[in-house]
């Protein structure tokens, strides 16, 4: 009883600081989301990718949830999930590195090649993304132990309100580059840049 009221009732302003700044941090430092926004922004546009921005948003807020009421138990059932998970999210994280080390420049013939990834796809992508696994795991084990669904639910809208502007910066400094990115080579080299980079987050992550 004493765990319930700590968590659900009035989680206390230490507490509730504490959660906000775990947020922040794990939201707005370098992982596959903010690696792939950044290159959206840069090849794309901001326009073109606020829904991409979104889904990341929305998806992992929605992912929290899940894991806190039922999805953390099941991992917790059969263990070998872990290990499919892994190599699911390597081998689709690959894939994309891929895809954003060619990517065609923008409005040119070879623009067709590629398009920014689509709120569904962020929605999804969350799924197979081990640094959204690691923070959702986190997050309920610390903050809202018991998972009960309303502490599990403050922590999802903490993050919701925090990660969305946190993921977004990166699709905005995306765009800042993208009149340096004019140059074919210069867009081709950051684009091998950020797949190096998305990969490298990958290595850190596994």
């Given at each position: 009883?004493?765990?319930?009221?700590?968590?659900?009732?009035?989680?206390?302003?230490?507490t509730?600081?504490?959660?906000?700044?775990?947020?922040?941090?794990?939201?707005?430092?370098?992982?596959?989301?903010n690696?792939?926004?950044?290159?959206?922004?840069?090849?794309?546009?901001?326009?073109?990718?606020?829904?991409?921005?979104?889904?990341?948003?929305?998806?992992?807020?929605?992912?929290?949830?899940?894991?806190?009421?039922?999805?953390?138990?099941?991992?917790?059932?059969?263990?070998?999930?872990?290990?499919?998970?892994?190599?699911?999210?390597?081998?689709?994280l690959?894939?994309?590195?891929?895809?954003?080390?060619?990517?065609a420049?923008?409005?040119?013939?070879?623009s067709?090649?590629?398009?920014?990834?689509?709120?569904?796809?962020?929605?999804?992508?969350?799924?197979?993304?081990?640094?959204?696994?690691?923070?959702?795991?986190?997050?309920?084990?610390?903050?809202?132990?018991?998972?009960?669904?309303?502490?599990?639910?403050?922590?999802?809208?903490?993050?919701?309100?925090?990660?969305?502007?946190?993921?977004?910066?990166?699709?905005?400094?995306?765009?800042?580059?993208?009149?340096?990115?004019?140059?074919?080579?210069?867009?081709?080299?950051?684009?091998?840049?950020?797949?190096?980079?998305?990969?490298?987050?990958?290595?850190?992550?596994?």
């Amino acid at each position: 009883m004493r765990s319930e009221t700590h968590y659900i009732a009035p989680m206390n302003q230490t507490t509730l600081a504490a959660l906000s700044a775990f947020a922040l941090v794990s939201s707005i430092t370098p992982g596959p989301n903010n690696m792939m926004l950044m290159a959206s922004g840069a090849n794309f546009g901001l326009r073109r990718t606020v829904p991409h921005a979104l889904g990341v948003g929305i998806g992992f807020t929605l992912m929290i949830v899940l894991v806190g009421v039922g999805l953390m138990g099941l991992f917790d059932l059969f263990p070998a999930l872990n290990i499919i998970l892994k190599v699911v999210s390597v081998a689709y994280l690959l894939w994309l590195a891929w895809k954003i080390a060619n990517a065609a420049a923008p409005d040119t013939e070879g623009s067709a090649r590629g398009k920014p990834m689509s709120f569904f796809q962020a929605v999804l992508f969350q799924w197979v993304n081990p640094k959204a696994w690691s923070m959702a795991l986190t997050a309920i084990a610390l903050y809202a132990p018991d998972r009960n669904f309303a502490a599990v639910l403050l922590v999802a809208v903490v993050f919701g309100v925090i990660n969305l502007p946190s993921t977004s910066l990166w699709a905005v400094m995306g765009v800042s580059l993208r009149g340096w990115l004019s140059s074919p080579a210069r867009l081709k080299a950051f684009n091998w840049t950020m797949a190096a980079l998305l990969v490298g987050s990958l290595a850190l992550l596994i």
